[in-house]
């Protein structure tokens, strides 16, 4: 069946959200059509104003209202700036600051090393942290990337950046889940508890 231009280029523009295939696509298409009107128009209305009204942080590249200097977590006074916690993503900040534990400032890469997706250092926001340790303010280094191939590679190449400036890097600690079976786990997750296992 061919679709009317309107719905294809819908479904089109959904597909290129990350995580939508084809059906999903298609799926949130048909749902708007049968939508009523302020519906569509409450979604258009949040994506403009989402994209005129948010901006990154030019100090940590966070998530940030449009108009400020720089984000709230930056412009803290109580945040401790001797110690930056390096992630991947706005989405992990929100993540850490769901816990309530980490008082430090963050610095967000905007993605991990992939030399097969063509993504090297000069992609990542990672010159901007080299600059913001050489300021001298930086004791701690947390690179809290993802437990991935990429995220290790990017953590690694992090670490060797970081070697000269005398800050101290950690690496967030990975292991068993808080009421996992050991039975369960897998042998990577096994094997690092093990490497990881800390004094009692």
């Known amino acids: 069946m061919i679709l009317p231009e309107p719905i294809q280029n819908l479904v089109t523009a959904f597909e290129r959200l990350p995580g939508i295939g084809p059906k999903s696509a298609s799926r949130l298409a048909f749902y708007l059509l049968r939508a009523p009107v302020d519906v569509s128009r409450s979604l258009a209305d949040a994506l403009i104003a989402f994209k005129e009204q948010t901006s990154f942080c030019p100090e940590c590249f966070n998530i940030m209202l449009s108009g400020r200097e720089r984000c709230e977590i930056c412009e803290s006074q109580v945040r401790d700036e001797s110690i930056i916690c390096v992630v991947e993503e706005p989405l992990d900040v929100i993540a850490l600051e769901r816990i309530g534990a980490y008082k430090g400032k963050y610095h967000v ?89 800390q004094e009692m």
């Open 109 to 197: 890469l905007h993605g991990v090393l992939s030399p097969i997706e063509g993504i090297g250092p000069d992609d990542l926001r990672i010159k901007p942290l080299l600059g913001r340790v050489g300021l001298g303010k930086a004791k701690e280094i947390i690179l809290a990337t993802n437990p991935s191939m990429e995220g290790d590679a990017t953590a690694l190449y992090l670490r060797q950046q970081l070697q000269q400036s005398g800050v101290h890097v950690t690496r967030l600690a990975r292991g068993l889940p808080a009421g996992g079976d050991l039975e369960y786990a897998d042998q990577n997750t096994l094997l690092r508890a093990l490497s990881g296992r």
